[in-house]
């Protein structure tokens, strides 16, 4: 599918890259993520309780959408500390590619 096809206030080019800022369906979740030939996700978060998968399934519906635009790998980009388990988790679940934490 074109760039041009889908393109929102949500998706915009920026400096020659593609600049995507997401929120999920239900308003709970958003993120942020720049196609670099690949897709590189530098924020993700929820208001969801957490230990209850959500994280997970607000991830790859992010991911998903992601893929509508541009299909290609999925990549964490400056993962704080706070948040290894969930990205390391989410790397052993092949749900992303690869992870790069902050300071990297």
């Known amino acids: 599918m074109s760039w041009k ?3 929102k206030s ?3 080019e920026e400096d020659g890259e593609l600049k995507v800022s997401w929120t999920s369906k239900d308003g709970k979740a958003d993120g942020e993520a720049v196609y670099v030939g690949y897709w590189s996700i530098g924020g993700f978060g929820h ?3 957490e230990r209850k998968g959500l994280g997970e399934k607000y ?3 992010m991911i998903e959408y992601l893929h509508s635009i541009e299909s290609a790998g999925i990549h964490a980009d400056a993962v704080i500390p706070d948040a290894d388990g969930f990205w390391n988790n ?3 679940k092949n749900i992303i590619q690869s992870l790069r934490r902050s300071g990297e």
């Open 10 to 12: 949500e998706v915009y």
């Open 90 to 92: 989410m790397l052993s």
């Open 59 to 61: 991830l790859k519906e």
């Open 5 to 7: 096809t889908i393109l």
């Open 47 to 49: 208001d969801a309780e």
